[in-house]
T-cell receptor, first 115, second 112 residues
Framework: EAQVTQNPRYLITVTGKKLTVTCSQN?????MSWYRQDPGLGLRQIYY???????DKGDVPEGYKVSRKEKRNFPLILESPSPNQTSLYFC??????????????FGPGTRLTVL | AQSVSQHNHHVILSEAASLELGCNYS??????LFWYVQYPGQHLQLLLK??????LVKGIKGFEAEFIKSKFSFNLRKPSVQWSDTAEYFC??????????FGTGTRLKVLA
């Protein structure tokens, strides 16, 4: 089954304790992206990657890091989480087309609470 | 800065009513446009997308959207909603850079 998986699905942590949220896709997609969803603000793009070893900042990259060492994986790293990073996080992937843009497939989300 | 506006934050309709959700964006160049839906407890799914060609786009579950370039709009419509359409709807724009910009979402509640 084609899917995007995220782990963990729920996480409660404390300020300053480094954490990683994993994202993996099995569709051989080139493009992967991380978003955060906050009430009243919709989804905001954190980072995206066009392919292995190619990453770029989205609209809200501060406080986050990413890496793309393998095509299927795109982990999101919070080196020193703060309470304002409490949010619902979504990973997404899509193919990269020449003549058209393909839809993004979203993971189930990770609900992060930073105390 | 580029932005996407969804003016209706909450919409309540009775079953069989018609639906139109507004979406306006602020980018003057060529854009790719999307509507996504998030059902309660589920992740986002694509409803429909526009890249080029016919500005009236048909999607899944009877939804359609019309791209009006002169108005920078991409409104979502459905002639007759069902209780199962209760969800949050997001308009998204890609100005050709893969830096997707989402609107703030519209929560639709359909009363049975």
């Amino acid at each position: 089954e084609a899917q995007v998986t995220q782990n963990p699905r729920y996480l409660i942590t404390v300020t300053g304790k480094k954490l990683t949220v994993t994202c993996s896709q099995n569709m051989n997609h080139e493009y992967m992206s991380w978003y955060r969803q906050d009430p009243g603000l919709g989804l905001r793009q954190i980072y995206y990657s066009m392919n292995v070893e190619v990453t770029d900042k989205g609209d809200v990259p501060e406080g986050y890091k990413v890496s793309r060492k393998e095509k299927r994986n795109f982990p999101l790293i919070l080196e020193s989480p703060s309470p304002n990073q409490t949010s619902l996080y979504f990973c997404a992937s899509s193919a990269v087309g020449v003549s058209s843009y393909n839809e993004q497939f979203f993971g189930p989300g990770t609900r992060l609470t930073v105390l | 800065a580029q932005s996407v506006s969804q003016h209706n934050h909450h919409v309540i309709l009775s079953e069989a009513a018609s639906l139109e959700l507004g979406c306006n964006y602020s980018y003057g160049g060529t854009v790719n446009l999307f509507w996504y839906v998030q059902y309660p407890g589920q992740h986002l799914q694509l409803l429909l997308k526009y890249f080029s060609g016919d500005p009236l786009v048909k999607g899944i579950k009877g939804f359609e959207a019309e791209f009006i370039k002169s108005k920078f709009s991409f409104n979502l419509r459905k002639p007759s909603v069902q209780w199962s359409d209760t969800a949050e709807y997001f308009c998204a724009v890609d100005p050709g850079t893969y830096k997707y910009i989402f609107g703030t979402g519209t929560r639709l509640k359909v009363l049975a």
